[in-house]
């Protein structure tokens, strides 16, 4: 109980910059090293050849539509569960989270097997070549079986940051990255099973994980006990769940509809440019999970506060949440645009297309990712406060509503030089969107007067 009370503290009462750190740190480091073994996979796998590195850039888009059902119930549940707890109904906020795990596990394993059933199919309008396509349904089938174990991850990483208990995520990220880098080598060179092995140490990562969460709930560490008993499918808790989760699923759909776009795109100039997308990809991605960590101990410090109506609290963490993460993506930014053609490079044994077309990419991208932070925290602010449609508007900006129009017009007009820019693009068109939603939120809660929170 006192740590459960302390949890609380944290979320309600602890000043500010110490609360985000306490929870976005600890998630801030999970995901970097889940980011970074990202990057390793990449590295391992570019070692083979081209086409071995175009296999896993062209299923990675599969294995973000699984991670879209552990976020559809695990995000959706969060938000409810943070307010729920600001309101003080710890027993709402634990059917909430019950009904969430077993739902997205449910859901997760019927999607899994109607995507093995239809891999090749899958695989194909995902942008595979005949040359990638031999390696990709070797490397994605091991890969989407397992992917089960993530959906639980994903949906635990959810759930245990909303009660403010960052520190276990880290633990469950940790392990699983760093078994996850010490495997790849092993099994893709040591045991030569190539891509396949990639895979397999994938599997073998995210099960550590999962004990990890497992050992968390079977020692009674969670505000929640995760009981079949305590689901429930009443109107209120689900759609709650859904009015949140389903835009959090339709921003990952859009986020791999967005690779599969690029993918078809750069299919019309061979193996090499799809290799050097999937590379710039995994590097913009390592800084954006980043920020999505960091992002993970804001939403439950958001949705806390405005459950107990303390609206001072709430204006201070988005400032100091925009502050601290534009900072970030600025140096991040800044290694990418001065350095694209050395870091490029790390993913390919010579290829000097791939090398090309990814240093141009990169640096692009490294100049627009200055503005992500701002625009991550305005769409998880939206979703935080249980503002569904606003949430979803907004986070399907980057990925779909911005960016679909660019990769789909900048081809036609530059060439090759469009599939490198278009997400640029779209990083400049929603960073404008955000602040006009972000004004109108602002004039919002300025007609809320401020309330004392509630005790905890």
Known sequence: MKGINQKMELLGNAPVPKALLALGLPAMIGMMINALYNLVDAYFVGGLGTSQMGAISVAFPLGQVVVGLGLLFGNGAASYISRLLGNGDRETADQAASTALYSSLLTGGAVIICTVLFLKQALVFLGATKSILPYALAYTRIYIISSLFNVFNVTMNNIVTSEGAAKTTMAALLTGALLNMALDPVFIYGLDLGVEGAAIATAISQMVSTLVYLCYVLRKKSVFTFRISQCCFSKEILSEILKIGVPTLIFQILTSLSITLINMKAKEYGDSLIAGMGAVTRIISMGSLMVFGFIKGFQPVAGYSYGAGNYDRLHEAV???????????????????????????????????????????????????????????????????????????LGACRQGICFVPAVLILPAVLGMNGILYAQPAADAASALVTVWMALRLKRELAHRPPLHPVST
């Open 319 to 393: 400032k100091t949440s925009i502050l601290w993460s534009t900072i970030f993506c600025g140096a991040c930014g800044l290694v990418m645009a001065l350095f694209p053609s050395a870091i490029i490079s790390s993913f390919t044994k010579g290829d000097l297309e791939m090398i090309s077309a990814g240093e141009k990419a990169l640096r692009a991208n490294g100049l627009s990712f200055l503005l992500f932070g701002f625009y991550t925290v305005y769409s998880s602010l939206f979703l935080a406060l249980g503002k569904g449609l606003e949430g979803f508007i």
